[in-house]
């Protein structure tokens, strides 16, 4: 990190605690730190900071998803050295740590290459606040129900039907329906509902957009078109998964995405029951009690703040 400009944090949000313990040291005045996808890893590192100790006048921002759809190929259950893109986004949502830095911290990603196939089409897209871009983050929502609900699919996939290739699966190609849909959507308005009560945006999907064998990944990625029936296959999803119950669809979004949001129903009085029924079922098909351990609103470093306060962090950076 010495002497960077820009610095990329793309690992998973399990493991931003280890990544940010080694990194706040490091910090130097006049950097701009990316998380991508942000999943409220923002609020971590700025709170590792004040643990440390650490005073550096840096920016520190987040986006809501990676700018591009990529699977790391595997032999025999093993990684290989090779992955290969799905996709890559025309359009993304982005804010910083505080919300006075965002105008920096978006124009910087303009020097990102990995942004190309973004700043080249329809661009950035600037979140209200980091916890925006937390709500914004679609992977709980698609992943959770389409996995949970879609288990029979997957589990028996390359078994009993779908060929002999486990690894052909795709819960967007073979377990989304109308059904799973609906749970999408109603668990979608449980974060609309908590991103009002709390005074901060979210990004905005209409239902049709739920009711698409590509669900919100397409809207999110390529704009409102995107759209496909799910009367109709979607090639591109082939071989994305999950192949299996432990898989970061549920072992990362459910105790970090999904318990945030119980835990934020909690605070602001929002009822969560669709949300909350992903971390119940999700627990006892994995064997893990992610009300136990999952994030908390103390390991973002909010836990104590009240409704204006955590606003005033958000926007201004004044910590109570």
């Known amino acids: 990190m010495k002497g960077c400009k820009l610095v990329i944090v793309a690992v998973p949000s399990v493991a931003h605690e280890a990544f940010f313990e080694k990194m706040v040291p490091l910090l130097e005045d006049g950097m701009i730190i990316h998380i991508i996808p942000d999943n409220f890893g923002s609020l971590k590192l700025r709170r590792k900071m004040r643990e440390l100790g650490v005073e550096r006048k840096i920016i520190v921002g987040g986006w809501s998803s990676a700018p591009y759809g990529t699977r790391v190929e595997t032999e025999g259950g093993v990684m290989t050295s090779e992955c290969w893109l799905v996709y890559r986004a025309i359009t993304l949502r982005g804010a910083a740590l505080p919300t006075t830095d965002q105008e920096i911290f978006l124009e910087s990603s303009k020097a990102l290459g990995c942004f190309d196939s973004i700043t080249q089409e329809d661009g950035y897209t600037s979140g209200d606040t980091v916890m925006d871009i937390g709500f914004s983050n679609v992977n709980p929502v698609l992943h959770c129900p389409g996995t949970l609900l879609g288990v029979g699919v997957m589990e028996n996939w390359g078994r009993i039907f779908g060929g002999n290739d486990k690894h052909s699966y795709s819960i967007y190609s073979h377990a989304y329906c109308e ?53 109709e ?70 836990g104590h703040l009240n409704k204006d306060e955590l606003l005033a962090y958000l926007n201004e950076g004044v910590y109570a």
């Open 179 to 231: 059904s799973i849909a609906e749970v999408q959507y109603a668990f979608y308005q449980e974060e609309v509902a908590l991103a009002e009560k709390m005074g901060v945006g979210i990004q905005k999907f209409s239902k049709k957009n739920f009711l698409s064998r590509t669900s919100i990944l397409g809207p999110e990625y390529m704009g409102d078109d995107c759209i496909v029936p799910f009367d």
């Open 233 to 302: 296959q979607w090639p591109t999803g082939f071989g994305t998964g999950p192949f299996s119950i432990q898989n970061r669809y549920i072992t990362e979004d459910i105790p970090v995405g999904c318990h945030i949001y119980h835990e934020l129903g909690k605070k602001y009085d929002v009822p969560t029951p669709v949300i909350d029924s992903m971390i119940t079922l999700g627990a006892v098909m994995t064997g893990q009690d992610f009300y136990a351990s999952g994030l908390t609103l103390d390991d973002l470093g909010i």
